[in-house]
Nanobody
Framework: QVQLVESGGGLVQAGGSLRLSCAAS????????MGWFRQAPGKEREVVAA????????AYASSVKGRFTISRDNAKNTVYLQMSILKPEDTAVYYC????????????????????WGQGTQVTVSS
């Protein structure tokens, strides 16, 4: 069983930055590929970014590429999402998720394939 706890959300003005963290416990963190997803009111959940087990490979949604950076520190059992140049359309609840059984260099961008989810953290970007 994996427990995931997100933090770092909040209210920020457009153009600002936030860094989300997701602390994992309950298993060997480096054995899991990780992802960040978001869901805005009335919209489907969508992938934001994903990272392989060792951090060698990443993937981003086109809407955040160049503005967001996913990273992980396996020694701290934590995955991060650095968000810059935030826009009002980035407003959503952000979730981190863990996926087991991935090859070391693989990333996963389909939310339904993830095994464990955090409770989410709200990000609100004002215009």
């Amino acid at each position: 069983q994996v427990q995931l706890v997100e933090s770092g959300g909040g209210l920020v003005q457009a153009g600002g930055s936030l860094r989300l963290s997701c602390a994992a416990s309950g298993s060997i963190f480096s054995a899991h590929a990780m992802g960040w997803f978001r869901q805005a009111p009335g919209k489907e959940r969508e992938v934001v970014a994903a990272i392989s087990r060792g951090g060698d490979n990443t993937a981003y949604a086109s809407s955040v590429k160049g503005r967001f950076t996913i990273s992980r520190d396996n020694a701290k059992n934590t995955v991060y999402l650095q968000m810059s140049i935030l826009k009002p359309e980035d407003t959503a609840v952000y979730y981190c998720a863990a996926k087991i059984g991935m090859r070391p260099l693989a990333v996963a961008t389909t939310g339904s394939t993830y095994d464990y989810w955090g409770q989410g953290t709200q990000v609100t970007v004002s215009s």
